[in-house]
Structure formats: structure tokens, C-alpha cells
């Protein structure tokens, strides 16, 4: 992940996970010392409620954790680990919730006050319920210890709130399969895909009105005051590879070029992409790994022939998309499918 000036103090993550991974790392033989050696970060920081860390240095600790590990799976266990509490007042006011629709609401409100490396988004497809994370900033190898930790505490808190029901349908990660990952699936109890266009926890629709074992109108209340006031401290940088995305999604008849998104979004061409160089990725990546998740969704998920799917993401022919899925993929649109 490139982090260049624009973005250094923009987008932050709270302190406060910090003390999960530093103990994750410890069971592990690595002391605190050794982990935080030469990083810009204050002993203890982590006790601060409204302390942060800038993306470029959670960059650099995430990074030392995963070497000196060597266990590139920690985001999995990091997630099964934590607790409602872990995630503040975010986590009390999700807890105290009348039904598991409403938490997600809050979570997806007021998430910025944990992170604005990442951004919630809640929606409903059909008969699925879809939690999305979107990128902030481009995550690149990093998104597996970020997205998996973060699903991981989503399952185990959601078995804590509502005892006895299975939350999850399915995962979908916008990353390839990780190498560790065959050794993982025996242990995860719901289909998950990976390339795909977002990266979702997806489940039933009526999941979101079942009621939690911890409601308590009085300090959700409470709770939710308390994030709107730590909301006010926190800057929102510009959401500007969502903002790409929808728009090359809204197009019609192929995906727009960069010269038509830049337009739509009141500035050049040059500047959008500076900007995007910025957040560490271009419009080409957005482009290709766009076209590379919807690709794998309509292959798995639809009956859609493989020349249907060449022309719906663009392509003149399907002999110029199979080239381009076998270098995105290794392997021919017929043999994923």
C-alpha cells in the first residue's frame, strides 16, 4: 500500500486494536519492544479511547506483525479473539441494539470512529442481506489480514448476540485465494469465493430482524451519543475509489474511460490521476480487478455463457476476455467456471 502526502494523516485507524494484535504477538514469543522498534508509536497509546494511527504507520506495524509471525492467517484468529468491547462504544451501542438489523445500521454509521482505512456499506440483494467493505485506500496485500479480521469479529460477536441461530450464508472476498487459505476451509461452515467484485458477509434477510439477547433501548442510546460526538473528531477523507467504482458501474454499453469518469467527478483527467496514484492504485487496476471480481461472480453465479459475460463487461469478442481472465486468473474463463 503507497501512502503519499495526501493521504499520511487522513485516513487512521483507532489505537485501540493495537493491544489486541500486540498481545496476539506476544503468545507468539515477539515483545512488545520488538514489535514496536523504531515505529512512531507511544507506549501504552493504545489505553487512549481518541488515540490513532495513520494508515503509513498501521501499514508498517501490520506488515512487522505478519514477518514476525509468519503466520499470514493472524487476521482469522485476531477477529475470533475480540470482543464487543474491542470496538469501543461502536461495540456497546451495537450490542445494546434491538435486532441485528439495527446494529449493522450503527456499525455502518458510525464505523469511521474505528477506521476510515475502510468503509462500511449495508444494503439488500434478493433475498441476501450484504455487509460490503470498501476500500478507502487501496489495501493491496494487506487486505486479507484487514477484511478476514474484521469478518472473523463480525461472526463471533453476531454467535454472542443471537445464541443458537447461524448468522452467515456466505463470504466473498475481492482478493485471490490466499495460499494459506485450503488449510482454513474445513474450519469455516459457509461457501466462500474469492476474486469477486466486493468483499461481503452475506446472509439470509431475516436475519435482520432477529432480536438480540443484550437490547437495552437506554444505552444504545447512550452508546450511539457517544459515537456521534467521537464522529465529530475524526476527518472524513474523500471516498474517491467508491466514488469511481459507482461510476464505472452506472455506465451503460461498457465500462467508461478515465477522460469520462474525471468529468463526472468535476476534474481532469491528470488529476483524478494523481489522486488515485495517491491512494496507491490507478484506473487501470480499478478497472481490471472491476471487471475481474464481476467476471468470477457471473461465471460461479450465473448461467450467463461466457460470451454473454465478454460482451457485458466490454469486451469485442470472448477470445480477447479469455486472454484477459487467464492473466487475472491463470486459468480460462471454461475451467473456473
Not at 444494503?123 to 474484521?150: H, I, K, R
Request: proline share 5%.
Amino acid at each position: 500500500m503507497t501512502i503519499l502526502k495526501m493521504s499520511a494523516e487522513d485516513y487512521t485507524i483507532s489505537a485501540e486494536y493495537l493491544a489486541l494484535m500486540l498481545e496476539f504477538l506476544e503468545k507468539r514469543g515477539v515483545s512488545e519492544e520488538r514489535a514496536l522498534a523504531g515505529l512512531p508509536i507511544e507506549t501504552g497509546c493504545w489505553r487512549d479511547p481518541k488515540a490513532r494511527l495513520t494508515a503509513a504507520v498501521f501499514d508498517r506495524f501490520a506488515r512487522r506483525a505478519l514477518a514476525l509471525t509468519e503466520e499470514p492467517w493472524m487476521g482469522w484468529e485476531l477477529g475470533a479473539s475480540m470482543t464487543l468491547s474491542s470496538h469501543g462504544f461502536l461495540g456497546y451501542a451495537a450490542m445494546s441494539s434491538d435486532t441485528l438489523g439495527d446494529a449493522i445500521e450503527l456499525a455502518v454509521k458510525f464505523f469511521r470512529t474505528r477506521s476510515t482505512i475502510i468503509q462500511l456499506e449495508n444494503f439488500t440483494e434478493g433475498e441476501w442481506a450484504v455487509l460490503q467493505v470498501n476500500e478507502m485506500l487501496a489495501l493491496g496485500d494487506l487486505a486479507p489480514l484487514v477484511v478476514e479480521s474484521l469478518f472473523s469479529s463480525f461472526h463471533f460477536m453476531a454467535m454472542q448476540l443471537i445464541p443458537d441461530v447461524e448468522i452467515l450464508g456466505e463470504l466473498r472476498f475481492s482478493y485471490p485465494e490466499p495460499d494459506y487459505f485450503p488449510r482454513l476451509r474445513g474450519l469455516i461452515p459457509v461457501p466462500v469465493y474469492f476474486d469477486c467484485a466486493n468483499s461481503q458477509m452475506r446472509f439470509p434477510v431475516e436475519r435482520l430482524q432477529r432480536r438480540l439477547r443484550f437490547a437495552d433501548p437506554r444505552l444504545a442510546q447512550m452508546a450511539a451519543a457517544q459515537c456521534e460526538q467521537e464522529m465529530e473528531q475524526i476527518k472524513a477523507p474523500p471516498a474517491l475509489l467508491g466514488q469511481v467504482r459507482r461510476i464505472m458501474l452506472a455506465g451503460s454499453g461498457g465500462f467508461p474511460g478515465v477522460e469520462d469518469v474525471a468529468s463526472e467527478l468535476h476534474m481532469s483527467s491528470r488529476t483524478l490521476k494523481r489522486k488515485l496514484q495517491q491512494l496507491g492504485t490507478s484506473y487501470q487496476t480499478l478497472l481490471d480487478d472491476l471487471r475481474k471480481g464481476l467476471a468470477v461472480e457471473y461465471l460461479t453465479q450465473s448461467p450467463r455463457s461466457v460470451d454473454e459475460i465478454a460482451l457485458a463487461l466490454g469486451y469485442s469478442d470472448a477470445s480477447n476476455f479469455a486472454r484477459a481472465f487467464r492473466r487475472w486468473t491463470g486459468r480460462s474463463p471454461s475451467d473456473y467456471r
